[in-house]
């Protein structure tokens, strides 16, 4: 990843507008990139057929408590309460209301609720790792969950994935949908971490790293997080692939 880095900074020295604020569909260390990409071009449908036959999320039936994913079961999930909060922005710094957020993510052990999930840790029975919210007229979201843990995944020998959060916004029709992930400060496996390398840019790779927000935090109850989220323009935020990790 070093040398694919150095290459990439060399160019954009080179050439400026050789800068990537997306990640490589064939990156080598992400051996899924290598495996999953498309080979062939892409097939342009008709969207309104489409939006004739896809599933139906609702923004009319979502309710608030949906935000807090630590009350979803009768006891308290295990792990480091957080809060994580943050506003959706379009390229011009505006922002995105009422917009259908979601999020899924591990449990303080590293371990999801499905079949694939074969990670010998825990499952918390208090903890599902699901919740969904609609942003206010400032775009802001805000959500209640556990710090998740990391966890290992087969990309190579001792692989492990950084902490991190899915983030789902579902625009206003289903083929709108975008998909990236929230991770967490100074985590030590940012670097050895292939999809999270695969956005070569640093710049564009810090704009998926949350902020530690003192204001956030709330006495002896929960630390707290900030993380905004650009959709166009320069600054936007990495969207990734329904099929990715």
Not at 62 to 69: I, P, T, Y
Not at 91 to 103: K, S
Not at 112 to 128: E, G, L, M, S, V
Not at 157 to 181: E, K, V
């Given at each position: 990843?070093?040398?694919?880095?150095?290459?990439?900074?060399?160019?954009?020295a080179a050439?400026?507008?050789?800068?990537?604020?997306?990640?490589?569909?064939?990156?080598?260390?992400?051996?899924s990139?290598?495996?999953?990409?498309?080979?062939?071009?892409?097939?342009?449908?008709?969207?309104?057929?489409?939006?004739?036959?896809?599933?139906?999320?609702?923004?009319?039936d979502?309710?608030?408590?949906?935000?807090?994913?630590?009350?979803?079961?009768?006891?308290?999930?295990l792990?480091?309460?957080?809060?994580?909060?943050?506003r959706?922005?379009d390229?011009?710094?505006?922002?995105?209301?009422?917009?259908?957020v979601?999020?899924?993510?591990?449990?303080?052990?590293?371990?999801y609720?499905?079949?694939r999930?074969?990670?010998?840790?825990?499952?918390?029975?208090?903890?599902?790792?699901?919740?969904?919210?609609?942003?206010?007229?400032n775009?802001?979201?805000?959500?209640?969950?556990?710090?998740?843990?990391?966890?290992?995944?087969k990309?190579h020998?001792?692989?492990?994935?950084?902490?991190?959060?899915h983030?789902?916004?579902?625009?206003?029709?289903?083929?709108q949908?975008?998909?990236?992930?929230?991770?967490?400060?100074?985590?030590?496996?940012?670097?050895?971490?292939?999809?999270?390398?695969?956005?070569?840019?640093?710049?564009?790779r810090?704009?998926l790293?949350a902020?530690?927000d003192?204001?956030?935090?709330?006495?002896e109850?929960?630390?707290?997080?900030?993380?905004d989220?650009?959709?166009?323009?320069?600054?936007?935020?990495?969207?990734?692939?329904e099929?990715?990790?």
């Amino acid at each position: 990843m070093r040398v694919i880095h150095e290459a990439y900074e060399q160019a954009k020295a080179a050439d400026p507008s050789a800068e990537e604020i997306m990640p490589r569909i064939d990156f080598e260390p992400y051996r899924s990139s290598i495996l999953r990409h498309p080979t062939k071009d892409l097939r342009h449908t008709d969207p309104e057929t489409i939006e004739l036959w896809s599933p139906a999320f609702g923004h009319r039936d979502v309710h608030k408590l949906e935000s807090d994913l630590t009350i979803q079961h009768n006891g308290e999930p295990l792990g480091e309460r957080i809060i994580v909060t943050g506003r959706i922005l379009d390229g011009d710094g505006r922002p995105v209301r009422n917009q259908l957020v979601e999020v899924w993510q591990a449990n303080a052990a590293g371990r999801y609720i499905h079949k694939r999930d074969q990670h010998p840790a825990p499952i918390d029975p208090n903890f599902t790792g699901v919740g969904r919210m609609l942003t206010d007229d400032n775009g802001n979201y805000r959500f209640q969950t556990i710090k998740p843990g990391p966890y290992p995944w087969k990309n190579h020998h001792n692989a492990w994935r950084p902490a991190h959060i899915h983030f789902s916004l579902f625009g206003t029709d289903f083929t709108q949908r975008m998909i990236t992930q929230m991770y967490f400060p100074g985590d030590p496996l940012f670097a050895l971490d292939p999809i999270y390398q695969s956005i070569t840019d640093q710049k564009a790779r810090d704009r998926l790293v949350a902020t530690y927000d003192h204001n956030v935090t709330e006495h002896e109850w929960a630390t707290g997080y900030n993380w905004d989220i650009v959709l166009s323009g320069s600054n936007r935020t990495w969207m990734e692939d329904e099929e990715d990790e």
